[in-house]
């Protein structure tokens, strides 16, 4: 057992999960470079001109981040629609991470709220929790701001939004996320953070930010349940 992972959630109040990485794997059946290729006919279909960069993008989120910072409101807002409305059709084809589930109810079992903070779409996400069963153990879903992509992680907002929303100081919450943008919100919202290297090449990467880097989600569960024993 990871001996400084157990210390950190022996400090902590409650738990604030990432969506795609430690619940599920969202595009697992509706590839994210497809999304993103559907994004882009968006794009040009509001006679946008699309550099070869962004034609090539394969991610939806960079799509809509980019889309939001060449500034016009509407375009951003036909983008946004179009990612919610995939993201809504990704969950039904997601695919759950190993201990996803048992982190999620040891939590709550050993007293901890458990909130989701996600840069994907509130509906989607509490679409797939409802129908994983798992939305009674979560709340709230903190999603993404509806055409402000300005505000998705890294920004800490999101992040202090789900602590104010469990009543838990930021201080005694920690994060669990699985890419930079988790680990670094965190840390602005003076938070605790857990990196979910969920690929081997991430483990490096995340060591120098995270609290604890974890390989499986398993790990996390584990020390619940041993908290919850004792």
């Given at each position: ?11 902590v ?8 990485g ?17 994004l882009v ?15 090539s ?12 910072a060449?500034?016009?409101?509407g375009?951003t ?10 993201e ?21 079992q050993?007293?901890m709220p ?38 998705m992680?890294?920004?800490?907002v ?20 699985d ?7 965190a840390?602005l ?9 969920n690929r ?22 584990g ?7 004792h």
């Amino acid at each position: 057992m990871n001996a400084n992972l157990r210390r950190l959630l022996g400090d902590v109040d409650a738990l604030l999960l990432d969506f795609d990485g430690p619940v599920c794997s969202i595009f697992a059946g509706y590839p994210a470079p497809q999304v993103a290729a559907e994004l882009v006919d968006v794009l040009r279909q509001h006679g946008v001109d699309v550099s070869p960069e962004l034609a090539s993008e394969p991610d939806p989120l960079e799509v809509l981040r980019r889309t939001g910072a060449a500034g016009d409101q509407g375009v951003t807002r036909a983008v946004e629609e179009a990612l919610c409305a995939a993201e809504r059709r990704a969950v039904e084809t997601a695919e759950p991470t190993a201990y996803g589930r048992e982190v999620i109810v040891a939590a709550r079992q050993s007293g901890m709220p458990v909130a989701v903070v996600s840069n994907n779409s509130a509906g989607a996400v509490s679409a797939y929790l409802a129908a994983h069963r798992l939305d009674a153990y979560v709340s709230p879903v903190v999603g993404r701001a509806y055409a402000h992509p300005d505000l998705m992680k890294p920004n800490p907002v999101p992040i202090l939004q789900a602590a104010f929303a469990v009543g838990v100081p930021s201080s005694r919450c920690v994060l669990v996320g699985d890419s930079l943008s988790d680990i670094d919100g965190a840390r602005l919202a003076g938070m605790r953070v857990i990196g979910y290297a969920n690929r081997p090449s991430k483990a490096e990467t995340f060591r120098a930010g995270a609290d604890v880097v974890i390989a499986s989600m398993g790990e996390i569960a584990g020390a619940l349940i041993e908290r919850i024993d004792h």
